[in-house]
């Protein structure tokens, strides 16, 4: 999700939130498709999800 995307836009993870009560969203200043000056700050949020969810 992205500030300015048109499919998936911010107002969107209010319903997420009504329906996972655990969830860790971010919201990056890009639209559907992460750009690359935000690769490293995905990368790592990515990282620390694959590795919370296979411990």
Not at 7 to 26: C, H, Q
Not at 31 to 41: G, R
Not at 46 to 51: G, L, P, Y
């Amino acid at each position: 999700m992205g500030y300015n995307d048109a499919f998936f836009p911010e107002s969107g993870t209010e319903a997420f939130k009504k329906d996972v009560k655990d969830i860790d969203y971010n919201i990056y200043d890009t639209c559907y498709f992460a750009l690359e000056e935000d690769q490293y700050a995905v990368i790592k949020k990515i990282r620390a999800f694959m590795n919370k969810e296979t411990k």
